[in-house]
């Protein structure tokens, strides 16, 4: 199907960061195969279905680097309680999901990342094969990594066991050999070894290999808490980074998330081995810690965007991104906001591997994008769209998003997903499952009063 959108702005994400005027934008089934000015596209792909694009901007999807879904079903709750959580349950509500419940919050999590321009997602969970069918119906581009680790008892002299990790490995392998290039490409493998403090050189070096066997990206929590800092300087007497380091870990198809504690040899160590960064700027900042992303991006890394935890909103994840980074810095002018949306969108698909089909709208690219109605009170005038966006947008300005040539929102409505069965469904766990939780451990002091059940 050959389809044009005519007389629309077009925010190309492009090398010049160039932001084309009343052009329009052709994908002939998956790709983008024609843009620039509206007039001349009109001509050329006469025989295309055509829409009306005035008063819309395009932009290329955004790319979330790192997620993990069924944080959705402690949404309101572990914002706020430290990470690792000072509550003193033994789990979460999230751990207390049955596999058609993690089904649900799944598909929550993922009208929430379409909703606000999502388009690609790299998802990190336990037994992701028990709703890797449900996301793929979303029609989300998704890198699917099982979370892996081989500890077996914490504490000041862990305990790391060679059965966990030959399962963990297997599981891992089962999941890129299942899904890998599946539904034409959209999907990919990843491999995710947890962190540092959960794991041994051996599940490291086994990570890398099986990553490189299978020719996929792998990723790491990387100084996200003081107690992984701690962890791992008692353990093996170096920090996190080093740790990498002396077994041949890093490497330039890795990704690491957070980076909230990094010193300066650390940073270098990750600059020369062109690592990349998820930048988790909003739970960062729910957490009171900011990375050192200028620093990074100078010393080689390139920056990719994350949400992480409890939320998917990748348009609140850059508004972060830019506030944290000015703060952290003192500064009123860095970063600009075109380069956190270059950081969650290009940046993204370099840091994932998968930047020559996606990350920016080019001939010959996948037809990955979201327009926003810039006719909004909030972003007139549009005398600088991409920082009136990032500075004052909303995933509310979001009407349609586009993944590999098909719509899965149109006119602000889901098409690959029953929105409100969903959040029906997952109002009720959530509810069900943080009063169980409470309920069982009457002798662990939980200092909120959750609403009654039968709302």
């Given at each position: 199907m050959l389809t044009l959108i005519k007389e629309t702005t077009i925010v190309t994400g492009n090398e010049q960061r160039e932001i084309l005027y009343n052009a329009g934008i052709a994908i002939q089934d998956t790709e983008i195969?024609?843009?620039?000015?509206?007039d001349d596209l009109e001509r050329e792909f006469s025989s295309s279905t055509v829409i009306q694009g005035r008063g819309k901007v395009i932009f290329p999807g955004l790319i979330n680097c790192h997620t993990h879904l069924q944080a959705t079903a402690d949404r309101g709750i572990l914002e706020d309680f430290s990470f690792p959580t000072t509550l003193g349950f033994p789990t979460t509500g999230r751990g207390l999901l049955s596999p058609d419940e993690r089904k649900i919050f799944a598909l929550l999590a993922s009208i929430e990342a379409i909703k606000s321009g999502t388009t690609t997602l790299l998802e990190i969970s336990e037994n992701i094969h028990e709703y890797a069918?449900?996301?793929?119906?979303t029609g989300l581009r998704l890198l699917l990594a099982e979370n892996i680790n081989d500890i077996e008892t914490a504490g000041s002299h862990p305990v790391f066991s060679e059965s966990k990790r030959d399962d963990a490995l297997?599981?891992?392998?089962?999941?890129?050999e299942s899904w890998h290039n599946k539904s034409d490409g959209r999907i990919k493998g990843f491999v995710a070894p947890h962190a540092p403090e959960t794991v041994s050189p051996e599940l490291l070096r086994a990570s890398k290999d099986l990553a490189e066997k299978h020719n996929v990206g792998y990723t790491i929590h990387l100084s996200q808490s003081y107690k992984e800092?701690?962890?791992?300087?008692e353990t093996r007497g170096v920090l996190p980074t080093h740790y990498l380091f002396a077994n041949e870990f890093l490497g330039d198809r890795l990704v690491v998330a957070h980076c909230r504690y990094l010193n300066n040899s650390e940073i270098a160590l990750l600059g020369?081995?062109?690592?990349?960064?998820?930048?988790?700027?909003?739970?960062?900042?729910?957490?009171?810690?900011?990375?050192?992303?200028?620093?990074?991006?100078?010393?080689?890394?390139?920056?990719?965007?994350?949400t992480d935890n409890m939320a998917e909103d990748m348009v609140a994840v850059m508004r972060a991104g830019l506030f944290h980074e000015r703060v952290r810095l003192n500064s009123e002018t860095h970063p600009q906001p075109e380069d956190v949306l270059q950081w969650a969108t290009f940046g993204g698909a370099m840091a994932l591997g998968i930047s020559d089909d996606v990350?920016?709208?080019e001939i010959g690219k996948k037809a990955d994008f979201f327009m926003i109605d810039s006719r909004r009170a909030h972003?007139?005038?549009?005398?600088?769209?991409?920082?009136?966006?990032?500075?004052?947008?909303?995933?509310?300005?979001?009407?349609?998003?586009?993944i590999d040539?098909?719509?899965?929102?149109?006119?602000?409505?889901?098409?690959?997903?029953?929105e409100m069965t969903v959040i029906s469904n997952a109002e009720k766990i959530g509810h069900r499952v943080w009063n169980k939780l409470v309920n069982d451990h009457p002798n662990v002091h939980f200092p909120i009063k959750l609403p009654p059940t039968t709302l």
């Open positions: 195969v024609g843009i620039g000015p509206s069918h449900s996301l793929n119906s297997r599981r891992a392998s089962d999941l890129i800092i701690m962890a791992v300087k020369e081995a062109k690592v990349n960064i998820s930048h988790n700027s909003a739970i960062g900042a729910r957490r009171g810690a900011a990375a050192p992303i200028s620093e990074l991006s100078s010393s080689g890394c390139t920056i990719g965007m994350g990350g920016s709208l972003l007139v005038p549009t005398l600088r769209i991409v920082s009136s966006f990032v500075h004052n947008g909303s995933a509310g300005d979001i009407t349609d998003v586009m040539g098909k719509w899965v929102m149109r006119d602000s409505s889901l098409t690959t997903i029953d």
